[in-house]
């Protein structure tokens, strides 16, 4: 997929929901062997369309995670190329051990889509919000873990991740409106991470929706001096251990953010390839602290846990300036 | 053509020989012990799908129109490994290796095509909703092979399998074989005194499942059901009364076999009374 300005601006509008289906609408006629599974969700992942016009490449198994793992899992040891979605808690926890048995043990290569994860669908409260996917997914051998920064982004993982050796959790965060990072072209590879902008003073590690804030509070850093590297981990598993390594040669601290709680996600994933160094920067994380106290709306939700441009520049700059 | 008096008088015979051949493993694995009651249960089940009623090719494992088999109740794999030596896809030696560190043959099956072992599993309530993806799959693409599930009683306490259940009938899946292992144990008591599966076959019915309700160890009838094939869109379901520990007098019905070492004074006493229905040449299959 090729991304360009008017192409960057029609998928923010509609969401990442909607970008996955309209991707997965978009790739089916090169794919003879795909199916589409879901559980009761075509529409809160955009696929009505495709349910519609490829009923031969879709099914649907009602509102039975474990089944749908299972069935996915059964499709795909049949060399069929499948994609699953439904909302996120739901894709990661109400089945995780089918996950683990049938993707991780086993190996069977399945692209499965935790939609509306995060926490903007605070208003429904925290059944309905996933702030520990990424680290549950991540403790799961034989599994890929993207999470991508906008709507651009998130069809070219639908493509790569199809295309990949073996089962991808694709986290989607946002809303719709979702702010693009990416108005042109770029190059998306699995496991690379992509520099945003360059600084030699703070090193911040952004995954999904926190990409954008995170580029915003650099200009904000920048004001009052202090350069940041902005760099998109868009894979949190394989993470970019060479990214990480030349941050902490070329920057004097190193800041993670994400929307998701601060145990065992992007910021967990980063201090364990910093660990072993011997001379490594200082860390701070950013996230959701550990709890399910704060519920709302989702701007309310991120203001409250400091995941805007101004509470990440606002954290960044205390910590810098102690240095 | 089959004869079915010959096929069943071969899978008969086979039956023995696997029990023979459990004996072996569950002797040779020692202190690690086996699912030896579990195992014996479905004995004469996976003898008349690996001795006649499946399309495989060991020389072919992966036979693209093969039909697919998953053992949903794991543990029960000394009826499975056994069968496998038995359709040409396990040597005797390997057989041997049970539970051996390195071994490809542990307590549970892991998945191993080139072995005929489709499917890993040993966590219960997942094999039928994989089965259903492999149904899915051969109707889509418009193929002939059906996939059979054995799945246990106790088992059957996962929800999974009742989301499974629903969905085999609604996705009109007549490739699809449910053969429930009716032996009305689990681990640690009685289906009636840990969890009630009931009228297994009437609840089978009422999620839309075509059900056959027989003798699990009868051969013949085993052979009938299992060898006639649907199309009218309805999954079958085939609830297989057993008796746990099947095959010798210590360990029928008694559910501390559940798993459970086995000395060598039971194995004699077990080789003693499975002399009579071997014939001279078996349980030494190369």
């Not at chain 1, 059964?74 to 051990?97: H, I, K, N």
């Amino acid at each position: 997929m090729i991304l360009d300005k008017r192409k960057a601006k029609g998928l923010s509008r509609i969401g990442s929901r909607a970008a996955y289906g309209m991707t997965l609408f978009d790739l089916a006629p090169d794919y003879d062997d795909l199916i589409v599974v879901t559980a009761d969700t075509s529409t809160s992942a955009g696929l009505d369309r495709f349910r519609k016009t490829y009923p031969e490449k879709y099914l649907d198994v009602g509102i039975a995670e474990q089944n749908a793992m299972g069935i996915a899992a059964g499709l795909a040891s049949e060399g069929m190329t499948v994609a699953l979605s439904t909302f996120a808690p739901f894709q990661t926890m109400r089945c995780c051990e089918q996950i683990k048995v049938n993707l991780g043990y086993m190996g069977h290569k399945v692209l499965f889509t935790g939609l509306a994860s995060g926490v903007v669908l605070g208003t429904l409260g925290y059944t309905h919000c996933c702030i520990e996917d990424l680290a549950i997914m991540r403790a799961i051998p034989n599994i890929t873990v993207i999470s991508p920064a906008d709507c651009g982004e998130t069809a070219k993982a639908v493509e790569a991740a199809l295309n990949h050796h073996q089962s991808v959790y694709l986290r989607l965060t946002g809303g719709s409106p979702n702010p693009p990072v990416y108005t042109e072209d770029y190059d998306f590879e699995i496991g690379k991470a992509v520099h945003l902008r360059e600084g030699t003073d703070v090193g911040i590690i952004a995954t999904g929706t926190m990409v954008h804030p995170a580029l915003k509070a650099a200009e904000i850093l920048a004001e009052d001096g202090i350069e940041a590297t902005v760099i998109n981990m868009h894979t949190i598993k394989p993470i970019d251990e060479q990214a990480i390594k030349d941050l902490c040669t070329s920057t004097k601290m190193l800041a993670t953010v994400e929307e998701h709680t601060l145990m065992g996600g992007l910021g967990s994933a980063v201090a364990e390839v910093k660990a072993p160094l011997q001379h490594a920067p200082p860390q701070i994380m950013m996230g959701i602290t550990d709890s399910y106290a704060k519920a709302g709306d989702y701007t309310d939700i991120l203001a409250h846990y400091g995941l805007t441009a101004e509470g990440i520049a606002g954290k960044i700059k205390r910590s810098y300036q102690k240095l | 053509m089959k004869n079915r008096a010959q096929d069943i008088n071969n899978i008969e015979q086979m039956t023995a020989r696997m029990r023979r051949h459990i004996l072996d493993m569950a002797l040779e694995a020692g202190a690690h012990s086996s699912h030896f009651g579990g195992g014996l249960s479905v004995v004469d089940i996976t003898a008349t799908l690996f001795g006649s009623v499946m399309n495989i090719r060991s020389n072919e494992p992966e036979w693209a129109d093969r039909d697919r088999f998953i053992l949903s109740k794991g543990h029960g794999c000394l009826g499975y490994y056994t069968a496998l030596h038995e359709a040409g896809f396990i040597t005797r030696d390997e057989l041997m290796t049970f539970e051996k560190t390195d071994s490809f043959l542990y307590g549970h099956p892991v998945m191993n095509r080139d072995k005929g072992i489709e499917f890993s599993s040993g966590s219960l309530g997942m094999g039928l909703s994989l089965g259903i993806g492999v149904a899915v799959a051969a109707k889509r693409r418009a193929k002939d092979h059906r996939c059979f599930v054995i799945m246990g009683d106790g088992e059957s306490n996962e929800g999974s399998n009742w989301e499974a259940m629903m969905a085999a009938p609604h996705h009109k899946l007549d490739n699809l074989v449910l053969i429930l292992d009716r032996n009305r144990h689990q681990q640690t008591g009685t289906n009636t005194e840990i969890m009630d599966v009931g009228d297994a076959p009437a609840k089978l019915r009422a999620f839309g499942w075509h059900v056959e309700d027989i003798d699990g160890h009868d051969v013949g009838a085993l052979y009938d059901v299992l060898s006639a094939r649907r199309s009218d869109g309805v999954p079958l379901a085939v609830v297989a009364n057993t008796v746990k520990g099947k095959g010798f007098s210590f360990s029928e019905d008694d559910n501390s076999w559940h798993h459970k070492v086995l000395t060598k004074k039971q194995y004699e006493a077990a080789i003693e009374e499975l002399s009579g229905e071997l014939l001279p040449s078996s349980g030494s299959a190369a």
